[in-house]
């Protein structure tokens, strides 16, 4: 997985990766969250992609459009 670089220390996540059509996140907890197009939509797994490669505002994304729309954890 590639490192989540928390740049205002603000944030669970610690590491993701993705594919074309998922992305799966890893939190502080050790838990780790695989969101596909076909859980949480093509549209919310694009942005998070987009999110994860800024490092900023993913954990804050995820808790507002998908927190629940996950496929396994």
């Known amino acids: 997985m590639i490192p989540y670089k928390n740049i ?37 797994i694009d942005k998070m992609k987009q999110l994860a490669d800024l490092w900023q505002g993913l954990n804050a994304y995820i808790n ?3 927190k629940y729309l996950y496929v396994k954890n």
């Open 8 to 44: 205002n220390w603000d944030s669970w996540v610690i590491s993701y990766e993705y594919w074309e059509d998922y992305i799966k996140v890893k939190f502080k907890d050790n838990s780790i969250y695989v969101y596909t197009y076909e859980s949480a939509w093509k549209i919310h």
């Open 64 to 66: 507002t459009n998908v």
